[in-house]
């Protein structure tokens, strides 16, 4: 019986450890996406996303980035969620100008709670840009954070979209003046 118990324990330690490292296939996982069209080309769009600087200027969600548009750059970001404020330090993995910017974050130790967001654009053939966010989160503590945050991660993103729709349509609308 002893024995039994200590072949249970050993397995349910070394499950634990797997999953904290992010080995495990029984990983939870889960998405978040939103998007928007926005009555501009992705140009424009794309230069207010990347303008990190003016975040505060319109942007509710991400209220402040701080650090430059660049694979391998560790950004640091302030979150206006409903009720508080978190900061992270995501590193930028892929920019790809115009088309796509990604970045990563984990909670700790790898596997516990692993983010990774993405912005992607695409020109549809009226000229207007096509504006995706996409979070994936996996993780050990996925099923608890995403239960508290999921709801106002959605909610933030749309806010976000909203907010970069009506900025980047207003520059369009400024810079078509001024031709």
């Not at 694979?71 to 404020?85: D, N």
């Not at 130790?109 to 989160?137: C, I, K, M, W």
Request: glycine share 6%.
């Amino acid at each position: 019986m002893k024995l039994l118990k200590f072949v249970l324990l050993s397995v349910l330690i070394v499950l634990g450890l797997a999953m904290a490292y992010g080995i495990s296939p029984m990983r939870p996982v889960r998405d978040v996406f939103t998007f928007t069209t926005i009555d501009a080309p992705k140009q424009k769009v794309w230069q207010v996303l990347t303008n990190f600087d003016a975040y505060r200027q319109w942007n509710p969600f991400y209220t402040q980035v701080e650090g430059k548009c660049l694979a391998g750059t560790k950004l640091r970001i302030q979150v206006q969620m409903q009720e508080h404020t978190l900061f992270y330090s995501p590193e930028i993995e892929t920019v790809t100008p115009q088309a796509e910017l990604a970045w990563h974050e984990r909670l700790i130790l790898p596997g516990l709670f692993d983010g990774e967001h993405r912005f992607e654009l695409e020109s549809n053939d009226a000229g207007q840009t096509r504006f995706v966010q996409h979070d994936r989160y996996s993780g050990t503590l996925v099923p608890l954070l995403m239960n508290l945050y999921q709801a106002e991660a959605e909610t933030g993103f749309r806010r976000m979209n909203d907010a970069l729709k009506k900025r980047a349509e207003q520059e369009s609308a400024l810079d078509a003046q001024q031709r």
